[in-house]
């Protein structure tokens, strides 16, 4: 390729250290161009001396702003072809030549993949490209362009995202993109063009401004070639807006729980795992009711497969309100792979968005305040996730869940043993800060509802616990079951209640229990009279004997 045709662009804002050594090496594929983004040290006095073009601005006005004016310049002096290159040092000037020969090739935009990515965020940006389009590296700084396609687009950077405007303008509008492997030296110091917290927010800005993706679909899976593998996953991803859906009042805190679609659960379960037809009816059956939350968990089995595909048979994979939880057994620090798993359960549901992902872990809040708080956000900024939250045992936890910053729900047992949260204040709490309350174990994984002569052996305080409970019920003529709801409903109002079934019955039959008012508070207190200690080791299945834990 003509080298005289040819503009290396180099934005660099105080890089005196490795400049002279970049324009050197570049020098041999193309003229220079460096834009000054207002360096303190002599970047720019350096760089003119190697032969560079300088465009100096002012002030620091950024790295956009920067390949903006290099653009311009390669513009307005004539050139066919330019490539974007790293002032840092970081890109071997040997892979230049590659980059030029896929343009002389044919390609019109050719594409760096990097090795390895600095920041978190450059992570999901990737990822998430990779998904919508098939770009599987749209930061890397290495990229080459005939200039016909900066042309075409007329202007550049219009969303303020990190140069990858261009590229995808590309890759969406019928321009053959090559992508191409490089490996990356390590940087010496920080980057000038932002430190990482600055940086991840200028990042999650254009992955969320970044309207390009939304327009693209799919197209790039018939148009980009991939070198030098053609291993990357394309995969079309086109959010919807949200439904407003109308559902009957009686079902509105109603959350159908569905591990026991994915496996045997429960020390009540006697008739196992449902089959495949009957987990379907299970599901269309609560929706014809006004159900449309739904809570899984990766751990569950095959509860998120299972559910995914009920949903979609029943048309209500784009409208349902599904939340899941991560592996309790993964490091959610470990952000590509929960970046897989995520995607992986967006997968298995059907679903473009999770209503909520949640930890599965509570022993994760520790963290919240670093990468994983971050994980979340970035989730969620991607537009992956709705509202983020954990899944808790115990009141010191809730309470810890609360001071949280971007934990919208808190998920947390509760039943007529366990009146922990109620107690502690926590439900009353969590209502003035806006959380959302979601309660499971409302029936402690069945033992509120066994026989007494029938309760597992091993489990302290079993046997009188549902003695006095059914003969309460009995004495006074009322509905074991719809008491142990009612009297959830009662501690927490608001909170949402996550009940599971085994059958079609059994759902149909949890849903009739939400048709009514709860009853009056003092038969609640007359039980809080009867039954008034919530004792650890049988309200916390994790203290049960090993072969009845479960959750």
Not at 54 to 72: C, I, K, M, P, T
Not at 208 to 237: D, H, M, N, Y
Not at 452 to 462: K, L, S
Request: proline share 5%.
């Amino acid at each position: 390729m003509d080298r005289s045709k040819t503009g290396i662009l180099i934005p660099a804002l105080n890089e005196e250290a490795t400049i002279t050594a970049v324009i050197t090496h570049a020098s041999r594929f193309g003229q220079p161009i460096v834009v000054d983004d207002g360096s303190s040290d002599r970047t720019g006095a350096l760089a003119a001396a190697a032969g560079a073009v300088v465009v100096r601005h002012e002030v620091n006005r950024g790295y956009d702003a920067a390949l903006n004016s290099a653009f311009a310049r390669a513009h307005h002096l004539g050139f066919d072809v330019v490539l974007t290159l790293d002032a840092d040092g970081q890109h071997d000037p040997e892979v230049i030549g590659r980059f030029l020969h896929a343009l002389a090739d044919g390609a019109d935009v050719a594409l760096g993949v990097r090795d390895r990515h600095q920041r978190m965020a450059e992570s999901l940006f990737a990822w998430v490209a990779q998904r919508k389009l098939g770009v599987q590296d749209p930061l890397c700084g290495l990229k080459a362009y005939k200039m016909a396609v900066y042309a075409a687009l007329g202007h550049f950077d219009a969303y303020g995202s990190i140069g990858t405007e261009l590229a995808l303008f590309a890759a969406t509008h019928g321009y053959r993109v090559v992508q191409i492997s490089i490996t990356t030296r390590p940087r010496v110091g920080e980057s000038r063009f932002g430190r990482q917290f600055a940086a991840n927010a200028r990042i999650l800005r254009a992955l969320w401004l970044g309207t390009i993706f939304r327009r693209a679909g799919a197209r790039l899976a018939s148009k980009c070639a991939v070198t030098p593998s053609e291993s990357a996953v394309q995969t079309s991803f086109q959010p919807t807006a949200p439904v407003r859906i109308e559902r009957p009042a009686g079902c509105a805190n109603l959350v159908l729980g569905t591990v026991q679609l994915g496996l045997p659960y429960g020390i009540a379960n006697v008739s196992g795992q449902p089959d495949p037809g009957e987990a379907d009816r299970i599901v269309a059956a609560v929706w014809q009711q006004g159900v449309v939350c739904f809570d899984t968990a990766q751990a569950y089995g095959a509860s998120e497969e299972v559910l995914g595909r009920a949903l979609t048979a029943i048309g209500g994979n784009r409208v349902a309100r599904v939340i899941t939880k991560l592996s309790p057994d993964s490091d959610c620090r470990d952000l590509p792979a929960t970046l897989r798993a995520l995607e992986a359960s967006l997968r298995r549901l059907r679903v473009q968005q999770l209503w909520g992902l949640l930890l599965h872990r509570e022993e994760d809040l520790d963290q919240w305040h670093g990468p994983i708080g971050e994980m979340f956000q970035m989730a969620k900024d991607a537009g992956l996730v709705a509202q983020a939250g954990v899944s808790v045992y115990s009141p010191e936890r809730a309470f810890q869940a609360l001071e949280c910053d971007g934990i919208e729900i808190i998920q947390v047992p509760a039943n007529v043993f366990d009146r922990r949260m109620a107690r502690s204040g926590f439900f009353g709490r969590a209502k003035t800060l806006g959380k959302k309350v979601m309660i499971r174990s409302v029936y402690l994984q069945g033992l509120a509802l066994l026989p007494a002569e029938t309760n597992p052996r091993g489990i302290p305080h079993a046997r009188p616990a549902t003695e006095t409970l059914r003969r309460f019920c009995d004495e006074r003529e009322i509905s074991l079951q719809q008491f142990a709801v009612d009297h959830v409903r009662t501690m927490a109002p608001d909170a949402k209640l996550i009940i599971g079934a085994e059958t079609e019955t059994q759902a149909r039959h949890n849903c009739a229990l939400f048709q009514s008012a709860p009853d009056s508070g003092e038969v609640h207190q007359q039980w809080a009279e009867a039954w008034p200690t919530d004792f650890p080791e049988l309200v916390d299945p994790r203290l049960w004997p090993a072969r009845l834990e479960a959750r």
